[in-house]
């Protein structure tokens, strides 16, 4: 069964970058539109950024300006850009398909923005 692997959190300053990836074995990826959620202890899973399979885009309000998705089907592989972080934004952060959520849950990759 394919399951998502998240990479690329970290601890980071506020007003820094990070660069998430998501891989998936096979070329799963390219059939479907995948996004990005993210959880914060305490708080729901929230929806961060889709990109469709032609590589269309949509962000929550929260991000716009400062997180890019973006996919690579040639290596079933879906990124995050994350420039400008905030403390707001300290989650685990997972991939998934959207709306729908077709593979299991993975490990997730946690962000942490603190001074």
């Known amino acids: 069964q394919v399951q998502p692997v998240e990479s690329g959190g970290g601890l980071v300053q506020p007003g820094g970058s990070l660069r998430l990836s998501c891989a998936a074995s096979?070329?799963?990826?390219?059939?479907?539109?995948m996004g990005w959620y993210r959880q914060a202890p305490g708080k729901q899973r929230e929806m961060v950024a889709t990109?469709?399979?032609?590589?269309?885009?949509n962000y929550v309000a929260s991000v716009k300006g400062r997180f890019t998705i973006s996919r690579d089907n040639a290596k079933n592989t879906v990124y995050l850009q994350m420039n400008s972080l905030k403390p707001e934004d300290t989650a685990m952060y997972y991939c998934?398909?959207?709306?729908?959520?077709?593979?299991?849950w993975g490990q997730g990759t946690q962000v942490t923005v603190s001074s």
């Open positions: 096979g070329s799963i990826f390219s059939m479907y539109t």
């Open positions: 990109i469709t399979r032609n590589g269309g885009t």
């Open positions: 998934n398909t959207f709306p729908l959520f077709k593979f299991p």
